[in-house]
């Protein structure tokens, strides 16, 4: 969508909507890191609130660079098992193409049998 309102109105996108979306960025992560440090108090095992913060910085950086824009942080991401979740592609439920199919029951169903 960015990309889109950038080609259609070139000047929209000028250095003060930049410094103002890294502020918002910047504004974001402390929120979300203060929510963390509120939701895990001293950190839980194998997360620490330092990670959360990395991750988060992390995490704001790579948005900014798909805007276009220089990094805030140049963190690195701590939670190496997060990339996981990067991998999975979305879609419209309805433009999907279906990949598993439920095989119809034959015979006569019922819930009142023992199991």
Do not use: K, W
Not at 24 to 33: G, H, I, Q, S
Not at 109 to 115: C, E, K, L, Q, T
């Amino acid at each position: 969508m960015v990309e889109t309102v950038r080609a259609q109105e070139s000047g929209l996108f000028d250095d003060e909507m930049a410094r103002q979306v890294r502020a918002m960025v910047a504004e974001a992560v402390d929120c979300e890191a203060r929510f963390a440090e509120d939701l895990l108090g001293q950190g839980v095992a194998g997360l620490s609130l330092a990670d959360m913060r990395g991750y988060l910085e992390h995490v704001a950086d790579r948005r900014l660079a798909q805007l276009g824009l220089e990094p805030l942080y140049g963190s690195r991401n701590p939670l190496a098992f997060m990339d996981l979740q990067d991998v999975q592609e979305l879609s419209n439920f309805f433009e999907r193409r279906v990949s598993a199919y439920q095989v119809g029951v034959i015979g006569d169903v019922a819930f009142d049998d023992d199991f």
